[in-house]
């Protein structure tokens, strides 16, 4: 009604169904054919739409290996009790020096294509949303890594593409 349009459905050959769109003006055609992929791409992200969660090692560069580890007494939340732990090496960069360096751009480039993904997914809704950054203690998921793990070391490669896959992640508040 809001582009003055005729709307109705047509099956085609196929058993796919076809959208067929009539107006007086090809305009008004143009303009309800915009709202309908609009739409279509709204109800799409809502279906399929999923959080993605972007973990970055800021370390990385200090060490090879990860050991997951009993969670110390000072943990703010002890339900969780697995947190994986990078084990320095000595041929790598001296422990701490991140801190004092900037993000890789490879690291930049992937913070970027997540807030792009985020922003991709509620682009079609009205109203106001939060943008959060989360910086705090990780834990493993007790879901898939159980207290068995404890003491068992991975390659970090490896590591990451765990976490970043099937188990994930928990971010407890400090």
Same mark, same amino acid.
């Given at each position: 009604?809001?582009?003055?349009?005729?709307?109705?459905?047509?099956? /085609?050959? /196929?058993? &796919?169904?076809?959208?067929? !769109?009539? #107006?007086?003006?090809?305009?008004?055609?143009?303009?309800?054919? *915009?709202?309908?992929? %609009?739409?279509?791409?709204?109800?799409? %992200?809502?279906?399929?739409?999923?959080?993605?969660?972007?973990? !970055?090692?800021?370390?990385?560069?200090?060490?090879?290996? !990860? =050991?997951?580890?009993?969670? *110390?007494?000072?943990?703010?939340?002890? %339900?969780?009790?697995?947190?994986?732990?990078?084990?320095?090496?000595?041929?790598?960069? %001296?422990?701490?020096?991140?801190? =004092?360096?900037?993000?890789? /751009?490879?690291?930049? *480039?992937?913070? &970027?294509?997540?807030?792009?993904? #985020?922003? *991709?997914?509620?682009?079609?809704?009205?109203?106001?949303?939060?943008?959060?950054?989360?910086?705090?203690?990780?834990?493993?998921?007790?879901?898939?890594?159980?207290? /068995?793990?404890?003491?068992?070391?991975? =390659?970090?490669?490896?590591?990451?593409?765990?976490?970043?896959?099937? !188990?994930?992640?928990?971010?407890?508040?400090?």
């Amino acid at each position: 009604m809001y582009d003055e349009v005729f709307i109705s459905l047509a099956q /085609s050959g /196929s058993e &796919q169904w076809q959208i067929q !769109i009539e #107006a007086y003006d090809a305009l008004r055609v143009y303009l309800a054919e *915009e709202h309908v992929h %609009t739409m279509f791409d709204k109800v799409r %992200t809502n279906a399929f739409g999923v959080q993605h969660t972007l973990n !970055i090692m800021l370390d990385e560069r200090e060490g090879l290996d !990860i =050991e997951l580890q009993e969670a *110390e007494r000072w943990w703010p939340n002890r %339900t969780d009790k697995v947190v994986p732990r990078l084990l320095h090496s000595p041929i790598m960069d %001296t422990a701490g020096d991140f801190r =004092e360096e900037g993000l890789h /751009s490879i690291q930049l *480039e992937s913070l &970027q294509h997540a807030i792009k993904l #985020a922003f *991709e997914h509620v682009r079609h809704r009205k109203g106001a949303y939060d943008f959060v950054v989360r910086l705090g203690c990780l834990a493993l998921n007790p879901k898939h890594v159980g207290e /068995s793990q404890v003491g068992k070391t991975y =390659e970090k490669g490896t590591f990451l593409k765990d976490v970043n896959g099937e !188990i994930g992640m928990d971010v407890k508040k400090w």
